[in-house]
């Protein structure tokens, strides 16, 4: 989790993922130069639970801070997950789940879609099966980006990682392109598994 300026709504994004189903994981989030009161809500959290790793940074942006997550991340699944989104709280199992029974090497889900205020307004349904996920490529992006859970050895071994190409605004899309020519087995857990927050500055909005 990247946050920059999240008080407003980081504590019920990291709540979603502390009350999560499945429990063996590690929490790590960066704290992008925030401003604002983030970095305090986050390590009042942190006293609480021993499975946040919090790392305080200048401003990076997000496509170097994702970049700095996976090489530091120490599982097997990476889950992405936006400061200002919610988790359902059975999320991470399903997914976990649905990749090893297809084995996949990316996975998502469908997304609940709120505004600012919290109020649900849409719902985002993204193709189930790999080989829709890989037509849907031709015209729209196969996975909301925040509800993604990749698998690390994947990357690694295809040296992938966000940001690698000419193309800098919609860099999972990119990622998940050059996935795609190495081979990725795609995949969406067929259920809502995120509340996803469409703000003003949303790119997927603009």
């Known amino acids: 989790m990247s946050a920059y300026n999240a008080e407003d709504y980081i504590e019920d994004a990291i709540k979603s993922i502390l009350t999560q189903t499945y429990g063996n994981y590690e929490f790590i989030i960066f ?34 801070t994702l970049i700095k997550g996976v090489n530091l991340a120490k599982g097997q699944y990476i889950a992405r997950m936006d400061a200002d989104d919610v988790s359902d709280s059975y999320r991470l199992e399903r997914q976990i789940k649905h990749i090893e029974k297809y084995y996949l090497d990316i996975c998502g889900g469908h997304c609940l879609l709120l505004d600012k205020k ?14 829709m996920c890989i037509l849907s490529l031709m015209f729209k992006v196969p996975f909301a980006h925040p509800s993604v859970m990749i698998r690390k050895q994947f990357l690694v071994e295809n040296c992938l990682e966000y940001g690698q190409s000419k193309y800098k605004l919609a860099e999972d899309l990119d990622l998940w392109l050059r996935m795609h020519r190495c081979g990725a087995r795609f995949g969406n857990v067929d259920g809502v598994v995120l509340k996803y927050r469409m703000l003003g500055d949303s790119l997927s909005k603009v």
């Not at 919290?118 to 080989?131: A, T």
């Open 118 to 131: 919290g109020k649900i307004n849409g719902l985002n349904v993204v193709p189930i099966s790999h080989e």
């Open 31 to 64: 704290n992008d130069g925030s401003t604002d009161n983030t970095l305090g809500i986050v390590n009042e959290f942190a006293k609480q639970d021993k499975r946040i790793r919090i790392i305080d940074q200048k401003n990076m942006g997000l496509t170097k």
